[in-house]
Each structure stands twice: as C-alpha cells, then as structure tokens.
C-alpha cells in the first residue's frame, strides 16, 4: 500500500518501518522457520522461493488493500552499526477485506523473534497490536476488525482477553482469530494515552541512521 511507503512508526519498544527490497531475505528467512515441513503437509502448501518472495513484496507495495509493517527491536535499531535486517523481529498486516467497504479489515501480526529467549513475555506483540489498531482506526478509517496473532507463545492475545469477542484457535497454523468492532469503547480500553507513539519519514530515519559518524572538532 503506498499510503506506508514512507511512514515509520517508533513505540517504546518496537520501531514500524514500511515493508522494503532490503527486508526481504531476512522476511524469507522467518517464513521458512514458521512453515515447517510438517505445516506444510497439513495444509497442502509449498513454500515460496526467494524470487516469490521479492515479487509478493513489490506487489504487496503496490496494492490498495494491503498495508504492510517490519518489526524492528528499537534498542537494536538505535545503534546505527547494527544493520536493519538484523532489528527485524517480525510484521504487522493490514489487510481491507471488503472493496465495498474499507471500513472492514484484517489485522495480522507474526512475531518470528518470539523464538529468540530474550524476546518472550516482553509485550512486543502488545505495543505492535495497540499501535497498528490506532494508525488503522485514525488513518485508514477501519471499524471492524478481525485480529490474527501467528505466534507458537501468542502471549499478547491476553491483551484482549476481558474484550468482547469471538475466539477461534487453529492449532494447525498456531493462528487466535479474534474479531472486535473498533467502537468508542474499545479506543479507550486499548489505545489509553498513545503519546509513547512517533511517526516520521522512514526516508529520513533511515539515512539518518546509516550516515557515518563525524567527530566534533574543537
């Protein structure tokens, strides 16, 4: 979706930055953890190539029904010798579900770096949730919701556990659908005070961030 091809999104504890070339290899990578051989077989599936995945990520770029964010760790992505690839934990979807109706949309996060120790229990899928709720709700207009969380530990579920809603586990694809209404009183349950969040240019960040260092003369 061009709408994010320049938007990055920082929260305390993840940075949100626009799905790009430079990402694919490490994206690749994470889907191949998550598809095991054993997914596979179960749902009759076979897995992309790497030249699948460059053309789904420069479609995925182009088309109006799919809004698409790279986690980033943001303690490694604030150290400018680390290369953003290597920051990278998982994504967040926004996909509109309904060309009558751009109000209605599917929201899906994988967490691959859930398999790192230091990762788990630690609210990323929370604040990622939270914030991706919050830009699809104020900038994409979205009203109702249907929430994928595809995590083998899915501990930021329990976020929206005393919500109203209607659950399903698919053990199978390690997938909790759960389907809320984006009305006035969830805002106030799950966005509160969303101040934590920046937006900026990815552009800038990210130049920024890889410009060489130049000592201060005296």
């Known amino acids: 979706m061009r709408i994010n091809e320049d938007i990055l999104l920082e929260g305390e504890k993840v940075v949100l930055v626009p799905y790009n070339a430079d990402h694919v290899p490490r994206y690749y990578k994470y889907h191949q953890w998550m598809c095991s051989p054993e997914l596979q077989k179960l749902t009759a ?3 992309l190539t790497l030249e699948q995945e460059y053309d789904m990520q420069r479609c995925w770029r182009e088309d109006d029904d799919k809004c698409t964010f790279i986690i980033l760790d943001k303690q490694k992505w604030a150290d400018p010798s680390i290369p ?6 998982g994504d967040v979807n926004i996909f509109l579900t ?3 109706d751009p109000s209605l949309a599917e929201l899906e996060i994988m967490i691959a770096g859930y398999r790192v120790p230091c990762y788990r229990g630690k ?3 929370k604040e990622v949730t939270r914030m991706m709720m919050y830009y699809g709700r104020t900038k994409l207009m979205i009203k109702d919701l249907l929430l994928v969380v595809t995590t083998p530990y899915m501990y930021s579920v ?4 005393d919500l109203p809603q209607q659950l399903s586990i698919s053990e199978v694809f390690q997938e909790v659908t759960l389907g809320v209404t984006v009305n006035e009183a969830l805002q106030k349950h799950v966005f509160g005070n969303m101040d934590f969040m ?6 800038k960040a990210r130049d920024s961030r890889q410009a060489p260092f130049t000592p201060l003369s005296l």
Do not use: I, K
Not at 84 to 89: G, I, L, W
Not at 198 to 203: K, P, S
């Open 98 to 100: 309904d060309p009558s």
């Open 198 to 203: 920046l937006q900026r240019e990815y552009g």
């Open 158 to 161: 329990f976020f929206f556990c």
């Open 45 to 47: 599936s076979e897995p």
């Open 123 to 125: 609210g990323l899928g």
């Open 84 to 89: 953003e690839q290597e920051c990278m934990v």
